[in-house]
Each structure stands twice: as C-alpha cells, then as structure tokens.
C-alpha cells in the first residue's frame, strides 16, 4: 500500500501521464478515463499505463503516413532531444522506456501492460534508450531464431495467413519505406494489421536472405539482381520493425546473402 497522502499520489500519476503524452491536458484526460479503475494504491500506476497505451496507439493511428512516429527528430525541438525521441517510438516502446528510465518501475511490472515477457520488455527498454542515445536500434542478438521469424513470416505471406502474421508482430510493429519504395507504392505503416496488409502481398514472391548479415526478404527485379529489400528487426521472437528498401544505391551498398 501507499505511504503517501491520496493527492501526493495523484500529483505522481499525473507527473507519469504527463511523461508518457507528452500534454497535461491529455494527462488530465487519462486520468479521468482511469477514474473508475483507480484505487488509491500503487496499483493504479498499471490502470494508468493502460489508458495511456491505449491513447497513444490512438493517437499514432491518426497520425498520417509522412508524420508517423517513426520520423526523423527534429533537432532544434524546443522541448529537448529527449522528449523529441519519444515521439520517433512506438507507443509500447515509449510507455516501457518512461516508466522504466524516468520512473523506476520494474520491468516485471511493465511486461503484463505491453504484452511481453520482462526478457522482451528489458530489451525494449534497452532499444528506446539506445534511440535516446542516438546510436542503432539493436536487432534480435539470437540469429537463428531472427532467421526462423522471417521464415515463418514469408510461409504466412504466401499462404495468404492474416491470423498467423498478426501472430508473428508485436502489436506496435512499424514499416519503414525509403523514398523509392514509397513511390513505388509502399506506404509506412504502424501496428500488427496494418503493417501485415500493406507487406503481404508484397514479399509472396520474395526469397530469404541475409542483409548484412540480419534476416530479410528480397524480392527481385524482372531482369535479376534485387527489386527491393525487407529488413526484419526481431525482439523476443516477435517482428517489431519492417525496412524496406528500394533505393538503387542502397541496394547497391547492401551484402546480400542466401539463408543461413
């Protein structure tokens, strides 16, 4: 049970609201949607995080293609470098990274709201603090079971298996398109259902490779040499982002292999 009075309680609720919207009139707005579930112990802290997941996924399908939260960081944001990162995250992957970073609840507590195991939620943690960091988010480190993901989802592709692929992404799962690939007719997209329908019937007649060195698809050209590029990141087993690359002289830069 708390130690602290109920409005110190709810002064801390909202300062975690506000953290993960990034608004205090939407922190305000999650806390009155979390009204009917708050109790007044620490267990409102899970009730809030739900709401706010939700509001944020919301928000994020709103948003269109070209100011999805996948875009670049704007580098003169006033409200700081962190707080623009936060907005290039996937709503799981913020939520996991607020809660953790800026307010210290475990990642066995954050796992049961995000729908992961702690192992998935701690490298997720660890992939929103690298964004933060600048550097590159970090693929599935076991490459065999990278590989067995993408696997499984080209055989879901080609068999045309809309329950399957939902089954293989995590729920804020992204497709990322370079410029080439967007004019040809690949639109960015966010969460499991939509990410599967735009790269379903896309990759049936692509083929497994490596893309240096990670697991990928590669659909080629009519006259050989490669069309475009899928490159998987793997969390836990679970796709979480799509690349697709169609630009010639990335292509050009890509080593691509056959399967291990």
Known sequence: MLTVSVEEHRTRLRAVAFRLLGSYDEADAALTAAGSRLTGSEADLDALARVCLDLLRSREARREPGDRANRPPVPDDPRG?????????????????????????????????VDLTPA???????????????????????PARQQEAVAAFLAAARADDTEALLALMDPDV???????????????????????????????????????GAAGLVRSAPGGGPEAVFAFTVLD????????????????????????
């Open 81 to 113: 470098p962190e707080e623009a990162v936060l907005d290039t995250m996937p709503p799981s992957e913020r939520l996991a990274f607020v809660l953790h970073d800026a307010f210290g609840v475990p990642n066995e507590e954050i796992a049961p709201v």
């Open 120 to 142: 998935a939620t701690r490298q997720l943690v660890a992939r929103a603090r690298r964004r933060v960091q600048g550097t590159e988010e970090m693929p599935e480190p076991d």
């Open 174 to 212: 992204v497709l990322r398109a370079d410029a080439e690939a967007v004019r040809t007719g690949t639109e960015p997209a966010h969460g499991a259902y939509a990410v599967a329908r735009s790269l379903a019937g896309r990759t049936r007649e692509a083929r497994l490779a490596l893309v240096d």
């Open 237 to 260: 087993g679970r796709i979480t982002a799509v690349d697709v690359l169609a630009a010639r002289d990335t292509l050009d830069a890509l080593a691509l292999t056959g399967p291990a």
